[in-house]
Structures are given as C-alpha cells and as structure tokens.
C-alpha cells in the first residue's frame, strides 16, 4: 500500500544489514545536540535526519505542512495532521533516501544527517493519558496461577473484555533515563502488620505501546473498524513494577504506587504504516466476543522481543524472548473497548499491551514468571543470582521485525535501577 515498504529499496545511507533503521522503517522520534534544542527527525541507518533542516528547505513542499511543525519539543502537533499526511511525510523522506535520488545534495546531506551517537533522544510526545492492557493469556494466567488458583487462573470476564486500567501518564520517561528504586508499604509474609521499606521485588515488564494522533468527543466510540485511523504507531515499554508494594495495595481498586513511580519507552515512535508487511492473524478467540469487539483479519504484528540484564560492570545477558504476535486481545479491540463507554481520545495517548508473555518460560515477559515470583532464582553468567532486579542492574528491551529478508526494529528501551534515596 505505501512504497515507502518496497522491500527492495535502498538508501544512498550505508545501512548495516542488521540495523533497525533501514529506509523501510523510518521512525519519528525528537532529538537534541549540544548546538540545537529539541526538534523533530527520522532514524536511518546510524544517523538521524533533521526534519527542521528539510522542512526550512523546501524539501517537504507541497504535502501542506503549517510552519514550525518539526521544530517542537514534541511531536503531537505533527501526529495530530492525521494518518494521511503522517504517511504523506515519511513517504516523501523514503523518496529523498533513495540511492537514485541525488535532491539533496552533498553538502545538504552533510547537514541534514547527524550522527546518532552525537544526539540526546528525548520523549517523542507529551502524553496525556496512560492506560495500561493485560492482554496477554499467557502473562494472565501465570499470574493467576501464581497468586490464585492454577485451575482458575483466568477470571471470568478475561476472555469476554481486554481487562485494563488508567495509569500515570507523568512519570514515562524515555529510553535511558535512570529509574530510583522506590519506596513504600510491603508486607512480609510472617508479619502481621506493613512495614515502611524500599521495594526488594523489583521488576520490568515487557509491553509494546500503542499511540493515538486523533481527539474524539466524549460520547463518540471508536470502532474495531475505524481504530486504526486513530492509531500513530507503536514504541517499546517497560511499566516497571514493584511487585510487593503492587501487591499489599492492589485490592481492590489494582495497581497504584507499585507501578506509578516510572515507565520506560523507546526514543523511536514506529508507524502503523512501517508494520503493514508484519501483521499476522491473532490468537483464536474463543468464546465468540461481543459484536462491538469482533475484529477481522491479521491485526497482529510479528514483532519478536528480547529482554536483556546488566549488571553494572558486565555484558548484558538475554533474559527473555517474546513476541507480540501472542497477545490474544488487539489494539483494535483495545481502542473500542476503551471507548464503547464514551471514553474520548487525546492525541499522544499511550496504551500498554500488557506484560506480554509466550508459551514457554524462557519467552515470560516479567522477572516474577521467569523465577516465580522469586522461587526459581535465575543464575547469570557472571555467577550471581537474580529473583528481582537488583540496584544498578540496567534491563534492556529490544524489538524487531523480520520477514524475506527485510527488517526494521525498535532501537532499545534502557532503564538502569539506582539505589532508592535514604
Ligand atoms: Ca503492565
């Protein structure tokens, strides 16, 4: 459907076969140098691309953009023009990528390009609202398994709605920024009473976050169908989790300060339109849903994930491997769920898939399913035992698509625990 995904292009950019950035991907994503403040640019190959510089150039003319729209801290009043131009820019930028386009010339690609280790990637959005899914099967029913009844481990309504709840949208942050180990009530299990402490189970959890670049009215639902018109694209997210303050305090109301304290995304918003070559059927969904959340054809995405540990002074080791493809509930079914109520859309809303875990145990999305919930300690190479992330440990989340030979990925979502304040 777009050009801009012909397998067979190529870039005048050296692009390394296994970078995330080819010129089939092209990301949006807000940067900083020592010399510029925050504007808007795509990511290919090692470099990222200053749309300022294009825009203020006469190179975007013609697709009807105001002035000033990449040269913003933010790129919300850029998501907001709407699929269609969104997809009218990053076609454009694919076509001044080409290897047989010579429109920029040498000294224009000198300044357009910048190297990527000589920027500061920043958060991409201002984010008004933050809902965070549980839909994954596998993710729910260990989870259930482990805190329930393994022969109930679902509750009743799982399979009949994608279960969620409205997180803290203040406290995303992106890729690299250092996340304090928080501190509040747990309970230990011999005592009676709490006790006041810093968290000693802390965890990531694996998600993929979808975005939306339209405001409805309240009243106004969107349908399965018509979700994806509302839908920007996708990053990487770690809702870390403080797994026994989550747990004395999440009945009945559920997660509270045990997640509040800090998300994690990737720098790099990958769009709706880049994925189109990786959609995949779903999971089946049996009982037969509602008719507001029948959902037809591949609306999933082959998006393989990796989760990886580092312990400060070593090389990060892989934890886990996972993929999107599992979840059972899609983001279609997500959006009109969250709005059949008349719930209303904002432009820069995230929403969370959920801890997406796979069948087996080396694809759990979560510190608690890889040890349950800390009885299997895992043992890394450097000989140390993990049953929670531990202080200065730094968890890393990466994501890729690859299918006949082409591949665009995520970049890293990076969070390094620090020790909580005294
Ligand atoms: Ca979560």
Redo the contacts with the bound molecule.
């Keep these: 459907m777009t050009n801009a995904n012909d397998p067979s292009l190529k870039s005048w950019v050296e692009v390394s076969p296994d970078s995330d950035f080819p010129i089939q991907n092209l990301p949006f994503g807000i940067f900083k140098t020592r010399y510029l403040s925050p504007v808007a640019g795509v990511a290919i190959g090692d470099y990222v691309l200053d749309l300022v510089y294009l825009h203020e150039n006469g190179f975007l003319d013609g697709i009807g953009l105001p002035p000033g729209i990449f040269n913003q801290k933010y790129l919300n009043d850029f998501i907001a023009m709407g699929r269609k131009k969104t997809r009218d820019v990053r076609e454009r930028i694919s076509e001044l990528l080409r290897h047989d386009n010579d429109e920029l010339d040498r000294p224009a690609r000198e300044i357009a390009l910048i190297p990527m280790r000589e920027v500061q990637m920043q958060m991409p959005l201002r984010v008004p609202n933050y809902t965070?899914?549980?839909s994954s099967e596998e993710h729910a029913t260990n989870v259930g398994s482990m805190f329930r009844d393994p022969k109930n481990a679902l509750l009743p309504n799982w399979k009949h709605l994608p279960v969620g709840y409205h997180?803290r949208a203040s406290s995303i942050v992106v890729s690299g920024t250092p996340i304090i180990r928080p501190k509040g009530q747990i309970k230990l299990p011999d005592d009676e009473q709490p006790i006041f402490s810093a968290s000693r189970k802390m965890d990531f959890?694996l998600?993929v976050a979808f975005i939306t670049c339209s405001e409805t009215k309240l009243g106004q639902p969107v349908s399965v169908a018509d979700a994806e018109n509302h839908t920007f694209g996708f990053v990487l997210f770690n809702?870390w989790?403080a797994r026994d303050i989550q747990q004395w305090e999440y009945v009945p109301l559920g997660?509270f300060l045990g997640?509040n304290f800090g998300s994690t995304i990737s720098p790099w918003i990958v769009t709706l339109d880049a994925l189109e070559p990786f959609r995949v059927d779903g999971p089946v969904q049996n009982p037969e849903v509602l008719p507001y959340l029948k959902s037809h054809g591949p609306k999933n995405f082959d998006i393989r994930l990796e989760v990886l540990l580092q312990p400060e002074g070593g090389d990060p080791v892989t934890i886990s491997r996972s993929n999107f493809k599992y979840m059972y509930w899609n983001v279609n079914q997500q959006l009109a769920h969250h709005t059949i109520n008349g719930c209303n859309l904002q432009v820069g809303d995230m929403y969370?898939s959920?801890?997406i875990s796979g069948p087996s145990p080396g694809s759990y999305g979560s510190m608690l399913e890889l040890t349950w919930n800390g009885s299997k300690p895992m043992v890394l190479p450097d000989g140390t035992e993990r049953q929670f992330i531990n202080d200065n440990d730094t968890v890393i989340l990466k994501g890729y698509c690859e299918m006949n030979g082409l591949r665009i990925g995520f970049g890293e979502c990076r969070g390094k625990i620090l020790p909580a304040t005294v």
């Design positions: 965070d899914f549980y997180g959890e998600e809702d989790s997660p997640k969370a959920g801890t």
